[in-house]
């Protein structure tokens, strides 16, 4: 007897089951409900509608109903909504949203992939305005477009600088938009660390958008933003990205089990607390594989892997379940981000202990002319060595590199095991010795203690107290900018001129970006020195680093210019 499954959501996680268990068994009978008019639309490139890149938002939609049913069998329903679950007779309720008419379908397996739910807070004033929008699907995208265009609106206020807000500002901005990008937490983008989010924002600032940090909003009204400071901000039209809440309320009244994290509780096969219903994607709650704890990760990559598992078991077919890493990239005008694992602060509230390398080779070849810095940090733990995130920015591919990372992180890996990884090299695409082995190395060393470093963001502290800091680059590199307090002995000139570097105090040495001062702290430890610290990141680093916020702040700088090549 073949088997009947019901879908609930068309997207990621609800197409990739039906589509899978398809391919699994050809005589079942598969229907999928979607609320909205599509399905199987494209959720991540929904911002690019804005500036043009993606034309036409009907180009957003991979497949429609009828594709649905003649590559697949597969029932496709658009704008039906399910609304309730009868457990014991193993039914749904459905609404025929074009019709309004309701009718009740019966399963032998019920998968809910539902989704998540942008949030938009009632404590602030105006929030359900007119001019205020989310964006989930492919009808508000087209909605705000739409509003944006017909009103002739000049300033966009986008809340949130998560992944879907960066996108958004940078699309707006690209429609000559005039774009303000607000966030309550004190840097853009979550997942990277404070130090590499900087370099975000940098770029962000550099390319027009408003970047204001620690500061929510609080009051909407038609022409401008008030936010908690008090501070105003032009705006005719206010994208909410703050975040979303997984839609869980039709699990919730059919008495399944929500976990701590809010999202569905499953188990490691994707089934709930009832045998015959399954759930995927955003409205799951997930198990972390490094911080060993329950989390909610509403990614597409993780969304696709789970409809895969769950219509396996199905069908009987084991599937291992490793976890969640959390493995992300984003563009920003120029530059690209990319993240894997854990950063220093989740890592700190895991109780973890942990090291980091921040270096920052070229992407390829120095002497190619598309070579640029990529700034790379990989986090490990300490004393294992077991690499447990790692975060790249820069010009080139970096989510090469952190592809990479995720897969060591998924191997239990360590920065040991790493430095002999053989990695693809040619000038064209890397260097003989990949971020990825450089990092390791560097980590290596720090392991074995050859070395001491202090990163980038103790340096200011470092030139408000005097310390004693020593730059090794060449005397012309020093006058194009410097440490405001920092003594030019070149690495040239460094074993002739030891005696103008103390022994009683501790001494910090930079260069450009830290591998000319890591052959200047070996240098003087071969020379009896045991107070010789590295600055990571050095000079090219510390000015990534200072530079948002002496823009945007009354700081002084403790440069004298920067240096960003």
């Not at 679950?85 to 008419?101: A, F, M, Q």
């Not at 964006?135 to 609106?153: F, G, H, M, S, T």
């Not at 940090?213 to 933003?225: A, G, K």
Request: charge should be negative; include cysteine; glycine fraction near 6%.
């Amino acid at each position: 007897m073949s088997k009947k499954i019901l879908v609930v959501g068309g997207v990621a996680g609800g197409a990739g089951t039906a589509a899978r268990a398809r391919r699994l068994d050809e005589d079942a009978e598969i229907i999928m409900f979607e609320r909205g008019p599509h399905v199987s639309f494209s959720n991540c490139a929904l911002p690019y509608h804005l500036s043009g890149v993606v034309r036409d938002c009907d180009d957003l939609v991979l497949m429609c109903p009828s594709k649905f049913a003649e590559q697949y069998n597969i029932d496709a329903r658009v704008n039906n909504e399910v609304l309730s679950i009868n457990r014991e007779e193993k039914t749904v309720e459905v609404k025929n949203l074009e019709k309004g008419e309701t009718y009740t379908e019966d399963y032998d397996k019920l998968v809910l992939s539902p989704g998540a739910n942008p949030i938009r807070p009632g404590s602030i004033k105006g929030v359900n305005n007119d001019n205020v929008f989310t964006i989930r699907n492919v009808v508000d995208i087209d909605k705000l477009n739409q509003y944006v265009k017909e009103n002739n609106v000049e300033n966009v206020a986008v809340i949130g600088a998560g992944y879907i807000g960066v996108e958004i500002a940078e699309n707006f901005i690209h429609s000559d938009k005039n774009v303000a990008l607000v966030e309550a937490m004190d840097q853009v983008m979550q997942p990277f660390d404070f130090d590499m989010a900087q370099i975000i924002q940098k770029e962000l600032y550099d390319n027009g958008v408003d970047v204001v940090v620690s500061d929510p909003l609080t009051e909407v009204n038609d022409d401008h933003v008030v936010l908690k400071s008090g501070k105003k901000i032009d705006a005719e039209a206010v994208v909410l990205a703050i975040g979303v809440s997984p839609e869980t309320e039709l699990a919730e009244d059919a008495g399944l089990k929500i976990g701590e994290t809010g999202g569905i509780e499953v188990n490691h096969n994707y089934v709930t607390s009832d045998p015959d219903i399954y759930a995927v994607g955003d409205v799951i709650e997930v198990y972390s594989k490094i911080a060993r704890s329950k989390t909610r990760l509403p990614l597409a990559g993780p969304a696709q892997r789970q409809a895969r598992a769950a219509a396996n078991h199905i069908y009987n077919i084991p599937t291992k379940n490793n976890g969640v890493i959390g493995t992300s990239v984003i563009r920003a005008f120029d530059y690209n981000a990319a993240a894997t694992g854990l950063n220093e602060k989740q890592l700190k509230d895991a109780g973890i202990s942990y090291d980091f390398v921040y270096i920052i080779p070229t992407d390829k070849v120095g002497l190619m002319p598309d070579a640029n810095p990529l700034h790379f940090k990989l986090i490990y733990e300490v004393p294992t060595g077991k690499i447990l995130g790692a975060q790249a920015v820069g010009k080139g591919n970096v989510d090469k590199r952190i592809d990479v990372m995720a897969t060591a992180i998924l191997m239990d890996a360590t920065v040991e095991e790493l430095t002999e990884s053989e990695l693809a090299y040619a000038p064209l695409f890397s260097t003989p010795r990949n971020a990825v082995n450089q990092s390791t190395l560097v980590a290596t060393n720090l392991i074995n203690n050859r070395y001491n470093q202090v990163p980038v963001t103790k340096v200011r502290e470092l030139v408000e107290n005097d310390a004693f800091i020593v730059d090794v680059r060449e005397e012309d590199e020093y006058q194009a900018g410097h440490l405001i307090n920092s003594v030019n002995i070149p690495l040239s000139e460094l074993r002739e001129r030891t005696d103008e570097i103390p022994k009683d105090r501790p001494v910090y040495l930079h260069c450009r970006s830290g591998q000319r001062s890591y052959n200047a702290v070996l240098a003087l430890q071969g020379r009896g020195y045991d107070n010789v610290i590295n600055v990571s990141g050095s000079f090219l680093g510390i000015c990534f680093y200072e530079y948002f916020l002496d823009q945007t702040t009354d700081r002084k700088k403790i440069v004298t210019e920067y240096n960003f090549n």
